[in-house]
């Protein structure tokens, strides 16, 4: 047996003309009524069985064409009928709501509504709206977080729910904090509006602010549906790499009252998913002779890029000039200039204490100036990153028609997304620089690039490695509550006021990152020439072994008088927490005049109070 569930159904009815014997002659004939109904999972069934559909088809048709024949005979009735519309419901009547929109709005903009959002297996707002031509989305922990619009950022986007303005700020785990205007539309699941409309065209009524654009967001209201609505969803996922069950349920209620003049709705959705990232990160990439002398900041020529051969000019990185001492000797000031660079072993035979320059022959020479040529990637290392994230909404409305010009419309919001973030991370350092014993003691045995002058292949000594954990715990809470009021004053004067208030309050009371070093060490491979995207990196050393890291922090390594690094990596133990708020407090009052079919005068207030406060520690 196979049970088939009809997720989007439609339905259309067709009025046929039949005629019954007995009828008064030339007498209109009585309308009567064919129902098809129609889904998706139909639809599907039509890709593998094509003629059961095509049949049915053709005998509903057929039915329909030989009814007026057969009734011949029947009674007649004299009394004329009007033909009903053809009405059509559901997931059609949003795209044609959608339509509609487009088609009658005097600015550029696009839409989609209750039924498109809340049928797309979409994991939040965002990825709904990357659905609209010319919207793309920016990604975090693999759910979608920001928009751009036609190329322009979040930051030149602003955002109105329930017509007032608004602002959710989330964090990006170990990526920072978002303290900028971008709207984090990860906050929100999509089941939660029912109207999403992009103006990618600005109007006078319309704040300014938004180069990219103006996204209007709706939830649902009471008298969006004919009386009592309930509906439910619910489904779960299984990531085969977290070995993870991910649920997701949502439902609405919504009813009328007082023949339709009272209506109230609630709405909710609760999701939960777990995720796990494994990749490579090269943590950007920098040129190999990066501030050295043939690049523009060259204001410290010669302390970077890698160890060069013995002898050969100009040496890097240079000697120490007359006023850069080494410890113990000469002032305090010249002891600790340039972070003490005259107390790193640094001479025309040494790229560093211990630490003696290559042998300068053909084959050095030309690693070196491969790679010093060549575009490098800064820390390549491999991540592992585990996203806990949980996600609840809450919507409510209540609507009242005082009288038929009269709506009141009260609206309610609600959302709160946490995130936990565990991220380890093993790689070695291509870029610190000479305080930190970093890139100037490396030696460049071998090196290939490819014809964009990137670095393909290489093998290093004296390469420092590290691993990195973090722990991250983040959340975020969104509150709006909003009243408005529209009147229509008579057939050509309307008014429309809204006041409300809306909060967004993020905190991220743990960020701690631990990380554990192991330096100089020879035979370090990196090869990128069968997949840049996941370079093979071979490591000298096991890296599973507790014992092959250390901890050098602070005693356990050189350091200045004013405490900074002399010569040597130091690892960290780094605590961050963040705080961010933001708060809209808005009113505006729009009066809009149909001065005759084809012009329509607009005028208004608006007030907008707006809050922000952070916090980092």
Known sequence: MRVTLLAYASRMT???????PGDAPRARPRLQHITFQWSTAMMDRVRHR??????????????????????????QDARAVDLDAVTVTGYRESLQKSLDEKRYSVEQVDAIFAEDIGKFPDQ???????????????????????ISVRGLGSDFTRVRLNGLEALATAGSGSAGVNRSRGFDFNTFASELFSQVKVNKTQSAQMDEGSLGSTVDLRGSRPFDFKGFRASASAQVGYNELSEENDPRVSGLISNTWADGRVGALLSASYSQRTIFEEGYNPVRWEHGNHRNSNQSNAANNGIYGF??????????????????????????????????????????????T??????????NIAAYETATNAWIPRYPRYVRTQHDIERLGVTGAFQFRISDD??????????????????????????????????????VREAQVDDRNRLQYAVFDNVDFRTESSQIEESTEFKQFSLQLEHRFNDAVRLDATIGHSSSDYARPVFSMVSFDNSNLDGFVLDLRGNPEMPSMTFPFDTGS???????????????SNGTA?????????????????????????????????FTFRTGLAWKDYDMRSEEY
């Open 307 to 352: 160890c060069s051969p013995a002898g050969y000019n100009p040496q890097t990185p240079r000697n120490p000039l007359a006023n850069e001492t080494r410890p113990g000797v000469g002032s305090q000031a010249n002891q600790d200039r340039n972070n003490g660079y005259g107390g790193y072993g640094i001479d025309a035979a040494n790229c560093g």
């Open 50 to 75: 094509r003629k059961t559909p095509v049949t049915v088809l053709a005998a509903g048709i057929a039915t329909a064409l030989v009814a007026p024949a057969m009734a011949q005979d029947a009674p």
């Open 14 to 20: 067709i009025g046929v003309i039949r005629s019954h």
């Open 354 to 363: 211990g630490l003696p320059r290559p042998a300068a022959t053909p084959e």
């Open 406 to 443: 009269t709506l009141l419309s009260i609206d309610g919001l609600y959302s709160k997304l946490e995130k936990d973030q565990r991220e380890d991370s093993l790689g070695a350092n291509l870029h610190r620089a000479a305080n930190l014993g970093g890139k100037t003691q490396i030696v």
């Open 124 to 146: 939040n707002l965002a990825e709904s709206m990357q659905r609209i031509a010319g919207i793309s989305i920016d990604r975090e922990g693999g759910e979608g977080q920001r």
């Open 546 to 560: 507790a014992g092959a890291w250390q901890w050098l922090g602070y005693g356990a390594v050189p350091v200045n």
């Open 566 to 598: 002399r010569g040597a990596n130091i690892s960290e133990v780094r605590l961050n927490p963040n705080y961010v708020s933001n708060a809209f407090d808005s009113a505006k009052v729009d009066l809009s005049f149909d001065l005759d079919p084809t």
